[in-house]
C-alpha cells in the first residue's frame, strides 16, 4: 500500500510507516480532525491523541473500533501485505 506525499511528492510505503503515523495518514485521508475521528472510533480523544503521537499502543478492541471508524480493513489498519498486494508488486 503506497501513497503520494503532499510535501514533497515521493511515494511512501504506507505498510514501513509505524503505527501512529499510518493512523495520522488515514484519518488526514478522510479530512478529519482528531477529535472527528476519535468520534467516528468510538473512542476517548484523548486515547485516540496518544495512539496516533505513538504514546499508546492500542488494544484488540481499540484496533476493531479504528478499522470501523476509519473504513479500513484490520489488515490496512496494521501496515500488513495482504498476498494480492505482494502478487501485484
Sequence with gaps: MSRICPTCGQ???LNALPFGV???MLREDKGWTARQAAAA???PQTTYSSMEARHEWPTESAVRKLATGLEVDIL???GVERDDEKNDS
Aim: charged content about 25%; glycine content about 8%; aromatic content about 0%.
Design 76 to 78: 490496512t489498519l496494521l
Design 41 to 43: 472510533c468510538g473512542l
Design 22 to 24: 499510518r493512523l495520522r
Design 11 to 13: 511515494n511512501i510505503d
